[in-house]
Structures are given as structure tokens and as C-alpha cells.
């Protein structure tokens, strides 16, 4: 009976024994699933995010390519619009250089008033006497030169020719603002670094009246060059007359211009 009873334990401890290692298996497995479908939705989160950023990220550049377009065409608009406006009354502008007066027709302009009204914002004008000969000067801009006068170192020249009709000579330049237009002895001078010009007018054209360069070559060796009215540029000997022109620009009067407002 003893040996039934324990028989019987042994066989009831068995059973319990494989009933729990197939318990303890079946939670294994649940769990493992549960890791793989926690890693499943955490790699499909980390894809969406992802995704949201490339489609943010094209999104922004498309923004900014699209700007980009609408800037360039609003830039090419109001050029556009610049030229449209500046064609309207045949002249030709530009922000820094004023008024391309060669290719006006000047039959347009009765009187200097009427130049000086057409001038843009921020161009100057003086009035002055060369060669005995009263002239109105158009430069592009003009500078404060601290000494009372608002300089410039270009200008278009015009005067009333024989028939009172307004006459386009030409345009003067400086070699920069160290030494600005000037009138000196009924010429007009314009001078740089390594030049200096003194014109006149005669016979109703803007001519040299004296000038002199230097330059240079490669050596460093300098060529010096004299011109007066009536002649050709030739090869001197010295530096002289560019020094003499030089000293006789200190005596000139700085034209002094009106900007426009």
C-alpha cells in the first residue's frame, strides 16, 4: 500500500514537473514575441520620423528654390521696368553713370533748363565760362570736397552754338577725386595721377588747349608725353610739363556743382 502511495507521488511529481517547464516555455515565447513586435513598432516609428524629414527637408528646398525664382523674377521686373521708364523720353540711364547724353537727340532740348529738368536724382550740374564761352555742365554725381564746393570728376559739356540751338561737346573726366574739375584761366581741367588736360573751345568744338601723361612699362621706365592745341601727342625728353601743369592745376577753381534732389 506504502509502495502504491509513493509510486503514485513520484508520478503526480512528474506530471506537475513537465506541466511547469511547458508553462515556463510558453512564457518564453510570449515574451520574445512581445520584444519582436515592441522592436517591429519602434523601427516603423524611427522609418516615419525619417520619412518626415526627407519630406520636410525637400519641402524646405523646394521653398527656397521657389523663392529663389520669384526673387530672380522680381529682380529681372524691375529692370525691366528701369528700362521701360528710361525709354520713355529716349535717354539712356544708368544707376552710376547719369545720362549717356552721345546718344540724345539734342534738338529736344530748347535751353540748359530744360537738360538740368531732365536730369536724374543724385546728377549735378554747374554753370560756367570756358573759352569766353558760357556752358552748362552735367556730371553723374558729386562729392563734398570740404572745401565749399561739390565737386566731380566727370561731365558732359554742352553750349549754345551760333544758331542758339544747344550743343553737346563731349565728356571730361578725372582720374579720381584727389583733383576734381576745375576752371582755370577760361579752360577747363580735368588731372589724375600720371595726366593733366586743359581744354578750350573753339570754333564750337571742345579741343585740347595743353596735356601731358606719363607712362609706364614693364621695367618700371617712364615715357613722357606733351600735347598742345592744334597738335599731336609727342614723346619729351622730361617729366617738366607734366610737373608745370601739375603746379598751375593748384591755382584753379574746383567747379562747384548742384546736385539734383
Not at 73 to 90: F, K, L, R
Not at 135 to 150: K, P
Not at 207 to 234: K, L, M, P, Q, R
Request: net charge negative; proline share 1%.
Amino acid at each position: 500500500m506504502n509502495k502504491k502511495i509513493l509510486l503514485s507521488i513520484v508520478g503526480l511529481t512528474f506530471v506537475l514537473t513537465a506541466c511547469g517547464a511547458k508553462a515556463t516555455d510558453t512564457t518564453d515565447s510570449v515574451e520574445v514575441a512581445q520584444e519582436a513586435e515592441t522592436q517591429q513598432e519602434t523601427e516603423a516609428e524611427e522609418t516615419e520620423e525619417v520619412a518626415e524629414e526627407a519630406e520636410t527637408e525637400a519641402t524646405a528646398e523646394a521653398t527656397e528654390e521657389v523663392s529663389d525664382d520669384v526673387a530672380d523674377e522680381s529682380s529681372e521686373e524691375a529692370s525691366d521696368v528701369a528700362t521701360e521708364e528710361a525709354s520713355d523720353d529716349g535717354l539712356s540711364r544708368t544707376a552710376t553713370d547719369g545720362i549717356d547724353f552721345s546718344t540724345v537727340d539734342m534738338s529736344k532740348y530748347a535751353t540748359f533748363t530744360e537738360i538740368v529738368d531732365s536730369l536724374n536724382p543724385e546728377m549735378a550740374y554747374a554753370n560756367a565760362t570756358i573759352s569766353e564761352t558760357d556752358v552748362l555742365l552735367v556730371a553723374s554725381g558729386s562729392y563734398d570736397n570740404l572745401d565749399g564746393n561739390q565737386a566731380s570728376i566727370d561731365s558732359a559739356v554742352f553750349m549754345y552754338d551760333s544758331d542758339g540751338a544747344i550743343a553737346y561737346l563731349g565728356d571730361v573726366e578725372c582720374g579720381g577725386t584727389a583733383m576734381p574739375i576745375a576752371v582755370l584761366d577760361g579752360n577747363l581741367v580735368v588731372g589724375g595721377n600720371h595726366f593733366i588736360t586743359k581744354y578750350a573751345i573753339t570754333d564750337g568744338e571742345l579741343v585740347i588747349a595743353e596735356s601731358a601723361y606719363e607712362e609706364y612699362d614693364e621695367s618700371g621706365n617712364a615715357t613722357y608725353y606733351y600735347a598742345s592745341e592744334g597738335s599731336e601727342y609727342e614723346v619729351v625728353d622730361s617729366d617738366s610739363d607734366l610737373l608745370r601743369l601739375y603746379e598751375e592745376y593748384e591755382s584753379a577753381e574746383v567747379v562747384n556743382f548742384q546736385p539734383v534732389s
